[in-house]
């Protein structure tokens, strides 16, 4: 007589239930370095961000933003296309310009800084609103300092006034004195410097602005390469689940 083998129908599905639960614990291990990876990156780009504080009562923050979005914009043209289409992706609409000119329209006055109005008035000039910057340069008639060194400036820059050798070189000096090295004084001395045609500083002034706004382009790039090697990761086990 045949003894006949007992079959446990549940076997197979046992055997089904650990390969899932083993690939269960080793894609949890994973998402968690994916997440691990993200934080990582963001706690990265919070450490090495430039801190912002408080200079003044008036606070300089402004200031401080606003160099920073226009040095970034103003390297937009070097990037690749892809890099291009990813800052678009980010948010960003390429109008930093128009919408720190509303900023600072909404900031100066009478009891502003001085330096906020040459900041103005800058912007007025890069986005040739000359109109605007007519009028706004008229309301600083007076001689009083620094308004008339700043109008000059501005008229300099951003007019048709010729200056003679010797005011080109006073003008530059003063602007160093009175603007600190960010994106509005590489700016503005450029512009003078076009329109006296000193080529050899215009070569320095964008070395110079280069070298300043090398590190964040770098640090953005970095950061663009971790989200892209995340979301793919991401991507991936999304296909192996589905």
Known sequence: MESKQLVDPTSDTRLDLQEEIQFSSLL???????CAAGMGLLFWAVTLSDDVRLASPESRDLERIASRMLSFESRLPELSSFEQVMYRLGGQDGETQEEIRLWYEETVDEQSRPLDGLYLGMIYGEAGLTNQLSQFVAKWES?????????????????????????????????????PTNWFYFHLAQRIAVQAGDQDLQANLQRQESQLTDPPLWKWRVLLVGEVVVIGIGVVFFLRLG
Not at 28 to 34: D, R
Not at 147 to 163: C, D, I, P, S, V
Not at 165 to 171: A, M, N, R, T
């Open 143 to 179: 001689e009083q300092q620094p308004q008339a060194l700043f109008r000059r400036l501005l008229e300099a820059g951003y007019g048709q006034r010729e200056t003679s050798p010797e005011d080109y070189g006073f003008l530059q000096a003063r602007l160093a004195e009175e603007t």
């Open 28 to 34: 949890t291990v994973v998402c968690l370095m994916v």
